[in-house]
């Protein structure tokens, strides 16, 4: 009797849930293109790739502050210091 009981309750609480399932079809039909819509993609990729070939090479950076900045690399013109054994930047004159 309680397994009866048992599966009556776990069929009403799982009925709700499954009734709000999205009635999805995971595997719809394959449609395969026809001849005329392969050719057609085919010019399409081919007029794509010429518009692609068209495009003008990039003529340089276009930085608003380039001709402000200094063009040295940041390396060069901050050197690094050694660290010393404590972490602090401080050196010691010996």
């Known amino acids: ?3 009866l009981c048992a599966v009556a309750i776990a069929a009403l ?4 849930a499954y ?3 999205p009635n ?4 719809p039909e394959v449609k ?3 001849q005329e819509e392969k050719d057609q993609d085919a010019i399409n990729q081919k007029a794509y790739k010429e518009s692609l070939s068209k495009i ?3 003529k340089g950076s ?3 502050w380039g001709a402000v900045r200094n063009d040295a690399p940041r390396a060069a013109a901050h050197p690094a210091k050694p660290k010393t054994k ?3 930047n401080v050196q010691r004159n010996q």
Do not use: F
Request: glycine fraction near 4%; charged fraction near 15%.
């Open 56 to 58: 003008p090479d990039a």
């Open 13 to 16: 609480v799982t009925a709700p």
């Open 24 to 27: 999805i079809n995971l595997m």
């Open 86 to 88: 404590t972490g602090n």
């Open 1 to 3: 009797m309680r397994v």
């Open 32 to 34: 395969s293109k026809t």
């Open 19 to 21: 009734a709000q399932m």
């Open 62 to 64: 276009s930085d608003p």
